[in-house]
C-alpha cells in the first residue's frame, strides 16, 4: 500500500495533517462556542457555522485562479500566513460584545480566505505528483493515502480541544467561555508545524513548481508539455465534473452534520457518561492502539521478509497489551462523555480503514472488477443515505430537539440514547467518505483539463461549499422543532436521491474517466 508512491506525497500529507490538526480543534467546538460566548440560539448559531464552512470551501475557487496565474507553491505559503493571522485574532477572548463579535468574523474570513489558498492547490500539488508515467496507476491510491494523514490530524484534534479547555478551567482559573480561546490557540501552533514540514522536505516535491513561472509573464505551467485538448474534449470534461460537483453538493450538506446536529445530538440526546469496552472508546490512544492491530495485521500479510512480519507480530502484541492494561486501570469506573468527543470517531475510521479500502480495491483491480471512480462516489452516496437510516431508528420516541433542550435547562431528567448509535452512525458514514471524497479529488485530478487544473479543483470545494452552506438546513430544522426522524430522514432522502441521479449518467462519467 505504501510502496510505490512518489516521495513528495509524504511531505505535502504532513503538512495538510499539521493544518488540520488545527482546522478541526477549533471546529469541534465551535458551534458549542458560539452558543456558551454568545448565548445565541440554535439556528443562527447553525448559520454563522454553516456559513463559516461555505467560505473554507468557497474559497479555493479564487485560490485556484490564483495559482492558476501567479503559481501553487506561492499560493500555498501565502495561505499558511493568512490562516495565522486569522486563528492568533480567534485566539484572543474578548467577551461577547459587538467588538468580540465583529473580530470573531474578521478571524473567520482569514482563515476562510488563508484555507481557500492553501488546500485546494496543495492537493493539485500531490495530483501532479501522478502525472509521471512511473506513477499514473497509484493516483487512486496516492490520494486515499493522502486523505488518511489529513485524518490522522483531525482524529487527535477532538482530545486536544476538550483537554486545552479543561486545562485552562482547571489550572489557569478560565471560564468556559473563554476556554474555547485556548482551544484555537492550538490552531497557530500547528501551522507553525505545518509551514516547518513544508520547507523541509520541499526537495521531495520542488519539481512539480519549478516550471511555474513569476509574477511579471503569468504561471508557466507544468501542464505546458502535455497534449492540448480540443474544445469539444475539454468541454466534455467540464461538463462531467460539473455534474459530479451538483452530487457532492448534498454529500457534504449531509457528512458536515458533524459538527451541527449530529454534536447538537451528542450533547442533548446521548449519554453523557460510558463504562466498560464502550469507555475505552472515548479514549483516543485506545483507537491508536486498534489502528496499529489494523495495520501489523496488514503488515503480516503483505511483508515480503521474515523480520517485518516478526514487526508487525511485535505491534500487534504490544498494541494488545497496552489495550489490556488500559481495561484494567480502567475496571468497572464511569467516564464522562463531553459531545465534541465524537468528532474523533469519523477521523479514526479514515485512518483505520484506509488500507482496507486501498486493499479491497487493489484486489478487486488485478481481477478487473475494481467499480470506476464515479461509481464509487455514487456508491458513497448510497451508503451515505444509510447511515442517517441508521440516525432516525435510533431517535424513534425521542423528545423534540427544543423541548429535550428546556428540559435539561430546567433539570429536568430526559431520556437519552445509547452512545453506540452515533459511533455506529460515524462508522457508516466513514465508509462513505472513503468512497467518495478521496476518490472525487483523484477523480477531478485526473479529467481536469490541464490548463484548468486550478479552477476544476477550486470548482470541487465550492460545490462543498454549496454544501456546508444547506449544513445550516438541518440547523434551523432543529431549531423549529421539527421531529429528529424527520431531520435524519430528509438527509437520507437527499443521499439516496442523489446516488439515482449518479448512476443515471455513470456512462457518460466513465467515459472521460
Known amino acids: 500500500m505504501f510502496e510505490g508512491q512518489p516521495k513528495g506525497l ?62 501553487f507553491g506561492r499560493m500555498v505559503t501565502t495561505g499558511i500566513f493568512i490562516m495565522f493571522i486569522g486563528y492568533l485574532l480567534l485566539s484572543v477572548p474578548l467577551g461577547s460584545n459587538f467588538v468580540a463579535a465583529a473580530a470573531m468574523g474578521l478571524a473567520l474570513i482569514l482563515v476562510s480566505l488563508g484555507t481557500g489558498l492553501f488546500k485546494g492547490n496543495l492537493q493539485v500539488m500531490v495530483g501532479r505528483l501522478y502525472d509521471d508515467p512511473k506513477y499514473a496507476d497509484k493516483r487512486d491510491s496516492g490520494f486515499s493515502l493522502f486523505y488518511m494523514a489529513i485524518n490522522i490530524g483531525a482524529m487527535f484534534a477532538p482530545t486536544a480541544a476538550i483537554k486545552v479547555m479543561q486545562y485552562a478551567q482547571t489550572q489557569l482559573g478560565v471560564s468556559e467561555a473563554d476556554s474555547y480561546h485556548f482551544a484555537f490557540a492550538v490552531a497557530c501552533v500547528s501551522l507553525i508545524v505545518s509551514i516547518a514540514i513544508y520547507y523541509a522536505f520541499s526537495g521531495t516535491y520542488k519539481h512539480v513548481i519549478s516550471q511555474e513561472g513569476k509574477k511579471a509573464d503569468g504561471a508557466a505551467k507544468q501542464t505546458a508539455a502535455q497534449p492540448e485538448l480540443s474544445p469539444a474534449e475539454t468541454k466534455e470534461r467540464i461538463v462531467c465534473l460539473c455534474l459530479v460537483f451538483a452530487v457532492v453538493i448534498f454529500f457534504w450538506m449531509a457528512f458536515h452534520q458533524n459538527g451541527n446536529t449530529l454534536t447538537l445530538f451528542a450533547r442533548d440526546f446521548t449519554a453523557t457518561t460510558s463504562q466498560g469496552i464502550q469507555a475505552m472508546a472515548f479514549d483516543v490512544t485506545n483507537l491508536v492502539a486498534c489502528i496499529f492491530i489494523v495495520y501489523g495485521l496488514f503488515g503480516i500479510f503483505q511483508s515480503s521478509t521474515l523480520k517485518g512480519r516478526g514487526i508487525s507480530v511485535f505491534v500487534i502484541v504490544a498494541a494488545i497489551a497496552f489495550l489490556y492494561v488500559k481495561s484494567e486501570q480502567l475496571g468497572t469506573s464511569v467516564v464522562d462523555v463531553e459531545a ?29 472488477l475494481e467499480p470506476s471512480s464515479p461509481k464509487k462516489i455514487g456508491l458513497g452516496m448510497l451508503v451515505a443515505a444509510s447511515a442517517f ?14 423541548d429535550q ?32 471524497s478521496p476518490i472525487g479529488i483523484s477523480f477531478v485530478s485526473k479529467v481536469a483539463p490541464p490548463k484548468y487544473a486550478g479552477l476544476m479543483m477550486g470548482l470541487w470545494f465550492a460545490a462543498t461549499a454549496i454544501g456546508n452552506q444547506l449544513v445550516m438546513i438541518p440547523g434551523l430544522m432543529w431549531g423549529a422543532n421539527v421531529n429528529l426522524v424527520v431531520i435524519w430522514s430528509v438527509l437520507a432522502g437527499i443521499c439516496l436521491v442523489s446516488a439515482l441521479f449518479i448512476f443515471t449518467i455513470l456512462k457518460k462519467l466513465e467515459k472521460v474517466a
Not at 17 to 23: A, H, K, Q
Open 10 to 71: 509524504w511531505a505535502l500529507a504532513l503538512a495538510n495533517t499539521g493544518e488540520r490538526f488545527g482546522y478541526y480543534t477549533m471546529l469541534a467546538v465551535f458551534l458549542l462556542f458560539l452558543q456558551a460566548n454568545f448565548g445565541w440560539q440554535t439556528g443562527f448559531a447553525s448559520g454563522v457555522y454553516s456559513t463559516f464552512l461555505m467560505m473554507v470551501y468557497f474559497l479555493p475557487v479564487i485560490g485556484g485562479i490564483a495559482a492558476d496565474r501567479f503559481g
Open 340 to 368: 465534541p468527543i465524537f468528532q474523533q470517531f469519523n477521523p479514526c475510521y479514515v485512518v483505520a480503514l484506509t488500507p482496507v479500502s486501498v486493499a479491497l480495491f487493489s484486489w478487486l483491480g488485478r481481477k478487473g
Open 389 to 402: 437510516c441508521l440516525m432516525a431508528a435510533g431517535s424513534v420516541g425521542l423528545a423534540l430537539p427544543v
Open 405 to 436: 433542550a428546556a428540559a435539561i435547562k430546567a433539570g429536568e431528567e430526559v431520556a437519552r440514547v445509547d452512545a453506540n448509535w452515533l459511533i455506529s452512525t460515524y462508522l457508516v458514514l466513514t465508509f462513505a467518505e472513503l468512497l467518495l
